[in-house]
């Protein structure tokens, strides 16, 4: 069974802080890592990661994988408060079909006080 | 355009009741999938649909009835639930890339369903 375990669970910052969240996997045949935010509605898409090494960035946000020691790691510099919400690591594994869905860990639950 | 529509927003059903949740995407995605995410929970997967045909079912109750009439468009067929199947229910879409390749899942904005 696949298994993603997301640290910390919560996490309060002052704006302007640099935060890191983790995400640590077990699964089968790896197909890609996943970052969501997520506030009081659907998950918003951020990174997907499939090469071990390689740092996906936009704007104020970074993610690396890690696939040898099966980690990613989500970075966000000078935080500001609308970047509170629930950050969501996914892993899709692979069943042998096209699309395999995702198994999501339990969030990071980040806040960002001004 | 990463656009998933779902409707309805909202939904309130007795237990007795049949109703659908709909989802549509005009991404040319050909795999569509059904998530339902509790309260304070992650979002847990229960049907995918590969080329409409459905690929998954997470051992999910047949009170849920997915159904994928074409590339376009993902219902799912609601009969008999309980209150504890109150929660969100989520629609994504993604393209289908070969085995060794992700697949990037755009999710809708879901459906509010309690069940009274």
């Known amino acids: 069974e696949d298994k993603v375990v997301q640290s910390p669970l919560s996490l309060v910052v002052h704006e302007g802080d640099t935060v890191t969240l983790n995400c640590s996997y077990e699964v089968t045949n790896f197909r890609s890592l996943l970052w969501y935010k997520q506030e009081k509605k659907a998950p918003t898409f951020l990174f997907m990661l499939?090469?071990?090494?390689i740092e996906k960035k936009s704007g104020r946000l970074s993610s690396i994988l890690d696939k040898k020691e099966l980690f990613s790691i989500l970075n966000i510099t000078a935080t500001q408060t609308g970047d509170s919400a629930v950050y969501l690591c996914?892993?899709?594994?692979?069943?042998?079909?096209?699309?395999?869905?995702?198994?999501f860990g339990k969030g990071t639950h980040l806040i960002i006080q001004p | 355009d990463t656009e998933v529509t779902q409707t309805p927003k909202h939904l309130v059903m007795g237990m007795t009741n049949k109703k659908s949740l709909k989802c549509e995407q005009h991404m040319g995605h050909r795999a569509m999938y059904w998530y339902k995410q509790k309260a304070k929970k992650p979002p847990e997967l229960m049907f995918v649909?590969?080329?409409?045909?459905?690929?998954i079912n997470e051992s999910v109750p047949s009170r849920f009835s997915p159904e994928c009439p074409n590339s376009s468009l993902l219902n799912l067929h609601l009969h008999a639930l309980q209150p504890e199947d109150s929660a969100l229910y989520l629609c994504?879409?993604?393209?289908?890339?070969?085995?060794?390749?992700?697949?990037?899942?755009?999710f809708g904005e879901g459906s509010w369903l309690t069940v009274v």
């Open positions: 649909y590969s080329y409409e045909k459905l690929s």
């Open positions: 499939t090469s071990s090494g």
């Open positions: 994504a879409s993604s393209l289908i890339r070969a085995i060794h390749s992700g697949n990037t899942i755009y």
């Open positions: 996914a892993v899709e594994g692979g069943r042998g079909g096209g699309a395999d869905g995702l198994t």
